[in-house]
């Protein structure tokens, strides 16, 4: 099943935060963070592996909590560089080792001067 | 450095004809996926490969075939191409060993974006 994106979209202002969210029916076993510039292919952001676990890149940085079954994505005093559409795929302890990456449908993020 | 390179990158078909997609990484990475995109549907997964000669459906598997002809290549056909079949394809490839182990960072082409009239 896939996962649920929080907000759909949002639109900054340069220096302003904001928050993701990816929230999933079954227990994760990992989840990962891909960003998605207008026209282009995915990027790797970040994989998250353990409940609680936080990563960082850039000023990008995210939480996974197990419990919840869910990870929140951090950007910190947004650039412009940041705008795109963000995607989470989530893998699930019930596929056993047939685990695929579910993606979500996305959060489009709009930074503007 | 190159990467995963698709051709091609823009296709306009009429219904009925067949194509193939083509897919090579030449990052030595063991898996590849397939991936369809459509506006509001996020990424979804036709068909992947977890090692050379082997193949298996993923979420929207029908209407498509796939061959992975060595560890570099994978390709994506369609025999009969349909409306609904307009997207934008990619491949992208990684180095997770199935199946054990988490997935790990996909490498996404550039991708075709295909027309079927």
């Known amino acids: 099943q896939q996962p649920v994106q929080s907000p759909q979209a949002v639109i900054l202002r340069e220096g302003e935060d904001a928050v993701i969210n990816c929230s999933s029916s079954?227990?994760?076993?990992?989840v990962h963070w891909y960003r998605q510039k207008h026209g282009e292919a995915p990027v790797f952001l970040m994989i998250l592996l353990k409940g609680g676990e936080q990563k960082g890149h850039e000023k990008i940085s995210a939480s996974f909590n197990e419990k919840k079954q869910q990870s929140s994505l951090y950007l910190t005093a947004s650039q412009l560089s940041y705008s795109g559409t963000y995607f989470c795929?989530?893998?699930?302890?019930?596929?056993?080792?047939?685990?695929?990456?579910?993606w979500g449908l996305g959060t489009s993020l709009a930074v503007n001067p | 450095n190159a990467g995963v390179t698709q051709t091609p990158k823009f296709q306009v078909l009429k219904t009925g004809q067949s194509m193939t997609l083509q897919c090579a990484q030449d990052?030595?990475?063991?898996?590849m996926y397939w991936y369809r995109q459509d506006p509001g549907m996020g990424l979804r997964l036709i068909y992947y490969s977890a090692s050379e000669g082997t193949t298996d459906k993923g979420e929207v598997p029908n209407g498509y075939n796939v061959s992975r002809l060595n560890k570099r290549e994978f390709s994506l056909r369609l025999e009969s191409a349909a409306p609904s079949q307009t997207s934008v394809y990619f491949c992208?490839?990684?180095?997770?060993?199935?199946?054990?182990?988490?997935?790990?960072?996909?490498?996404f082409g550039d991708g075709t974006r295909l027309s079927i009239l």
């Open positions: 990052m030595n990475h063991n898996s």
């Open positions: 079954k227990a994760l076993y990992s």
């Open positions: 795929g989530t893998e699930s302890y019930r596929d056993g080792n047939n685990r695929k990456l579910i």
């Open positions: 992208a490839s990684s180095t997770r060993r199935a199946p054990v182990g988490p997935h790990q960072p996909q490498h």
